[in-house]
């Protein structure tokens, strides 16, 4: 359910309008190699070891696992230590989707989960942002801090929160929630079975297309990222580009490859 006018999702009563300075992200710089990366994991481990000795902070470990074989929905999963123990911990199936939809599952818990805008599960996201606003309102020294860990590192308490959901297997069966996400790459993946079967047919694809092979000498499987199997080595001019269609097709490209 959506509630466009709810009080909580109005500019200027909204969440982070209210408690701008006290509800902070911290994002994990994309590369190893930057000095920023190595700095956010040295905070990281600083944040944690304060908490260890701190029994009024309390660390949420959040993390999804998705199975690539097998007919399994995808697990999200949450930790919470207090002083350094675990004091509670949930997991649950969110049905079929995608790596990406799996690891946005567990970041809403920490990051959608504060945005009452309307939303997918926006109602989830109302009942947040009404329990911690008093939260905040009773003390200004009580703040909110979200870090983005890097799975590559296995920072233990995250670590261990994939581990948790991983340990949890559970059957898709019927009605099972689906993304878009999910729904697009599996009409994709037909569309390109299918095109893969008729392209082994000469009466398909004609007897003037040159056949391409791998490094392996393998023929070359069809894609339609980056530039297909083969477009993308084409890196010269639109000249020499027509010139390499006209070799492979049989027959030369129209429009601007003829420049």
């Given at each position: 359910t959506f509630d466009a006018c709810a009080p909580e999702a109005r500019p200027g009563n909204r969440l982070l309008d209210l408690f701008k300075n006290r509800v902070q992200f911290f994002d994990a710089p994309p590369s190893r190699e930057e000095e920023a990366y190595s700095n956010h994991m040295d905070d990281l481990d600083?944040?944690?070891?304060?908490?260890?000795?701190?029994?009024?902070?309390?660390?949420?470990?959040?993390?999804?696992?998705?199975?690539?074989?097998?007919?399994?929905?995808?697990?999200?999963?949450?930790?919470?230590?207090?002083?350094?123990?675990?004091?509670?911990?949930?997991?649950?199936?969110?049905?079929?989707?995608?790596?990406?939809?799996?690891?946005?599952?567990?970041?809403?818990?920490?990051?959608?989960?504060?945005?009452?805008?309307?939303?997918?599960?926006?109602?989830?996201?109302?009942a947040v942002v009404r329990s911690l606003c008093p939260w905040l309102e009773a003390s200004a020294n009580w703040a909110v801090q979200i870090y983005q860990v890097p799975s590559k590192e296995e920072w233990w308490c995250h670590k261990e929160a994939h581990n948790f959901a991983s340990d949890l297997k559970v059957s898709v069966g019927?009605?099972?929630?689906?993304?878009?996400?999910?729904?697009?790459?599996?009409?994709?993946?037909?569309?390109?079975?299918?095109?893969?079967?008729?392209?082994?047919?000469?009466?398909?694809?004609?007897?003037?297309?040159?056949?391409?092979?791998?490094?392996?000498?393998?023929?070359?499987k069809l894609k339609y990222t980056g530039g297909g199997a083969w477009l993308s080595h084409l890196q010269g001019s639109p000249g020499f580009m027509a010139r390499c269609c006209h070799a492979i097709l049989g027959h030369a490209p129209i429009g601007s490859f003829n420049a």
């Open positions: 600083h944040a944690l070891d304060q908490a260890a000795h701190d029994p009024s902070v309390a660390v949420c470990a959040t993390d999804a696992s998705l199975l690539l074989h097998g007919n399994f929905q995808a697990v999200l999963a949450a930790q919470i230590h207090v002083g350094g123990a675990l004091v509670y911990a949930m997991r649950r199936p969110i049905g079929h989707v995608l790596a990406p939809d799996a690891e946005q599952a567990a970041i809403w818990l920490a990051l959608c989960a504060v945005d009452p805008s309307i939303q997918l599960g926006q109602f989830l996201s109302l019927t009605h099972v929630l689906t993304s878009l996400n999910y729904l697009h790459a599996q009409g994709t993946k037909k569309c390109l079975d299918r095109w893969t079967t008729l392209f082994g047919m000469p009466s398909f694809h004609g007897n003037q297309f040159l056949e391409l092979t791998d490094r392996l000498d393998k023929p070359m």
